[in-house]
């Protein structure tokens, strides 16, 4: 039986750079966009020249041992890309891979960059899941944000995709806004909400260094981080405040978490994003790309320079070792609320759980941070408050 594989493509473009924003993405010309789709198609269609010739590497991404569940084209704003350009990228993919019929094929959209001639041309070439990034449904934030469009732009474009056929959408929402309040945080979740799009992703505000927010709230950022009370951002128990405004609001309106900031109705969950958290093999096109494949994790180039001349290139080559594979099992597992599997657990590694974190567990579980429930290890509800000091236990 073939493997599944996940596919991510990344498009490094923005129309503009968001004033938070510390992703690989940027601005750049017609011209060095076009550039980039013929690297990024001449690696897809020779894909072993970016995957390292290690381990099981190369024979995980073969065509003849893999089928592709879901192709992802994130960025970045991979809606900025012509129609024709977008095309070529998914035909590259569709003759170098055997990828199934019923694949989830999403893209990340931000609003201002479609339009309802863009939207059709993109059902048509099997894009079957639309990610907009919203962020906010207030033009002042939108605008504080650094963004390029209104409330109204994304309507609109939301309005087009669903003319389109777009019948799996999620919206992307961000809390921990400056001046943002838990009010101010439901009624814009509420309103998003209404508009029922199949997933809402709500993620919180982190101040990163090297930007523009990083001038204005760093300060701040090191308030917040010293127990102290900020001057702009909400505090700790606003913003507490604002997760469980975010879990009751969308349970109220029928959407499930399914993951610590990601909500879906019924069978809508994005099946790629499932698949980095269960460590299902994907590959990695384009700039600063990541892959795993079998024990295999590498990114390509994050210089676009390198990239455009000579195409991608593995960097930062990892071989995992045994632990290292059980330690991923473990704290991206328990990201997803349904946690980690005992039985899967003990079938890949040929060695029980609970014999290999009997410390971390035995403490955790008693203090309430994690419940055993059906065969499976999850985050309790105080548990996913403090997440990252939880998974932190299970680093061997
Ligand atoms: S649109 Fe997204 S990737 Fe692009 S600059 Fe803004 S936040 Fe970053």
Known sequence: M?????????????????DYCDFLSFPASEEIRERYVDALVKDIRRPDGCIPDLGEAREAAGREKSV???????????????????????????????????AEITMEANPGTLDAGKLQACREMGINRLSMGLQSVSDGELKMLGRIHTYRDFLENYEEARRAGFDNINIDLMSALPGQTAKSWREG??????LEPEHISAYSLMIE????????????????????????LPDEEEERQMYAITRECLA?????????????????????????????????????????????????????????QTGGQPEEVTILSREDEMAETMFLGLRRMEG????????????????????????????GLLKKENGYIRLTGKGIDVSNYVMAQFLL
């Open 2 to 18: 073939k493997r599944e594989l996940e596919i991510y493509i990344h498009i490094p473009f923005c129309a503009k750079k968001c």
């Open 68 to 102: 592709v569940r879901t192709i992802f084209l994130g960025g970045g704003t991979p809606s900025l890309l012509r129609e024709r350009q977008m095309e070529r990228i998914l035909d590259a993919v569709r003759q170098a891979f055997d990828v199934d019929e019923e």
């Open 189 to 194: 979740l509420e309103q998003a909400a209404a």
């Open 209 to 232: 260094e090297h930007t523009p927010f990083y001038k204005r709230y760093g300060q701040d950022r090191l308030l917040l981080e010293r127990g102290e009370t900020p001057q702009y």
């Open 252 to 308: 109220q309106a029928g959407y499930h978490r399914y993951e610590i900031s990601n909500y879906a109705k019924e069978g809508r969950e994005c099946r790629h994003n499932e698949g980095y958290w269960k460590r299902t093999n994907y590959l990695g096109f384009g700039l600063g790309a990541s892959s795993l494949l079998g024990s295999c994790r590498f990114r390509q180039t994050e210089k676009l320079k390198a990239y455009l």
């Open 340 to 367: 980690v599997s005992e039985g899967e657990f003990a079938g890949r590694f040929c060695v029980s759980m609970e014999e290999v974190y009997r410390e971390p567990l035995g403490e955790m579980l008693q203090a």
